[in-house]
């Protein structure tokens, strides 16, 4: 074998071997866990967020009747941090609360509308005119059915989540090829076998696309009832209505800041449980 020969092989087997995935902890690797430290991940959301830090303070020096300084923010979240977080975990109990009752209603009306054809077209299209009904509109007739107690704005809250866990897992139930179904069938599987082993499996990526919406909706489905809802007390919704009747702005602001950190952790929570349970999934890569 000549030279050039050689190197026409080892060329060939350098081609054909593809190259080693960089480690986990190198900032090549795509999903490396110091991949934050580089410039062009954190450095964006910086500039973006000095951006907007300079457009608020624009806008609360030209229209300080909409918008107070950050300063004034910041000061009244520091000087009254406890009435905040206490107000914050009201919110957010009504809200988990209200997410559960809405959950569990949804998840066994899919399963059965995916199992019964009949219940299927008995209950989507009161499950559609009931998403598309002002949830606000009935708040005032819970209050009269139910009182001045929490159970009208978890049944707001329940009402809000409801629809997008019913549709999604309706839809990754009946989405299972009919290919596998058949093959479990070949083995005499039961209805219950496959729906456990088979139809949930292939509904939990549907299903946490729904979660991933609801449980930040969640948190404005609570503010909502405790906005709507007669008796409220407390609740960052009950602080926001307080402070806009006394013209308290830094307040309003403030408790719209807690909400929407509220709302990043609940979805950064439901992220990494999808990636810890859907790790078997191309969504999770």
């Known amino acids: ?11 060939a087997a350098e081609i054909e071997q593809p190259p080693a995935e960089p480690s986990r902890f190198s900032l090549r690797h795509p999903r490396s866990r110091i991949a934050w430290i580089r410039p062009a991940v954190w450095l964006p959301l910086v500039v973006m967020l000095v951006l907007l830090g300079g457009l608020w303070h624009w806008g609360a020096e030209q229209l300080p009747y909409l918008l107070p300084p950050l300063s004034d923010v910041g000061s009244s979240l520091s000087g009254n941090f406890s009435y905040y977080v206490h107000n914050a975990l009201v919110t957010l109990g009504e809200a988990t609360a209200g997410l559960g009752m809405g959950f569990v209603a949804a998840f066994v009306l899919a399963v059965l509308t995916s199992e019964l054809p009949l219940v299927r077209r008995a209950v989507m299209p009161i499950a559609v005119v009931l998403n598309v009904t002002p949830v606000v509109a009935i708040a005032p007739a819970l209050v009269v059915a ?13 009402l809000i989540c409801f629809f997008p866990i019913l549709i999604n897992t309706a839809t990754g139930l009946r989405s299972v090829p ?6 479990y069938r070949t083995m005499d599987a039961s209805r ?5 082993h088979v139809r949930v499996p292939h509904a939990l990526p549907f299903l946490f696309a729904a979660l991933r919406i609801v449980f930040p909706l969640s948190i404005i489905g609570a503010v909502v009832a405790e906005m709507s809802a007669s008796g409220s007390t407390s609740g ?15 307040v309003v602001y ?28 191309d969504s999770a890569n």
């Open 146 to 158: 139910f009182g001045f107690g929490p159970m009208p704005k978890l049944i707001i809250t329940g």
């Open 254 to 281: 403030a408790s719209i800041l807690v909400l929407a950190l509220m709302g990043v952790l609940l979805l950064l929570v439901v992220t990494v449980v999808e990636r810890r349970v859907l790790h078997w999934h």
């Open 236 to 250: 960052l919704g009950t602080a926001i209505s307080v402070a806009s009747s006394m013209n308290q702005l830094p």
């Open 192 to 196: 219950v076998e496959l729906l456990w």
């Open 178 to 183: 009919q290919q596998v179904l058949q093959v």
């Open 1 to 11: 074998m000549t030279v050039a020969d050689e190197r026409a092989a080892t060329a």
